[in-house]
């Protein structure tokens, strides 16, 4: 049974940094490519960051880059989005989601998701 467990999430200042974690199990994490989405009540689940296989590329949306960093641990099965400067804007669930072999951008290609974890952001 596949597991994806998100943590790390919590109320934060505007500007402040938090990171998540995420601890997959029952997969073989290094054959899995994996990102991290958000989403707000209303809104659609969307994209924030990707990361290849081995962690040689990363992917983000233009609204995070510069600000967040994916990355990953194979030997842990572990995946991390490292947030810095936060925005009220970037308050929202955070899931993280593998998807067998190639990146992708698209919420719809991905096997499977976490739970989610809640960051919230004050101004």
């Known amino acids: 049974q596949v597991q994806l467990v998100e943590s790390g999430g919590g109320l934060v200042q505007a500007g402040g940094s938090l990171r998540l974690s995420c601890v997959a199990s029952?997969?073989?994490?290094?054959?899995?490519?994996m990102g991290w989405f958000r989403q707000v009540p209303g809104k659609e689940r969307e994209f924030a960051a990707a990361i290849t296989l081995t962690g040689g590329r990363t992917y983000y949306t233009d609204s995070v880059k510069d600000r967040f960093t994916i990355s990953r641990d194979n030997a842990k099965n572990t995946v991390y989005l490292q947030m810095n400067n936060l925005k009220p804007e970037d308050t929202a669930v955070y899931y993280c989601?593998?998807?067998?072999?190639?990146?992708?951008?698209?919420?719809?290609?991905?096997?499977?998701w976490g739970q989610g974890t809640q960051v919230t952001v004050s101004s």
């Open positions: 029952g997969l073989t994490f290094s054959s899995y490519s």
């Open positions: 989601a593998a998807r067998r072999w190639t990146i992708s951008l698209d919420k719809g290609e991905y096997d499977y």
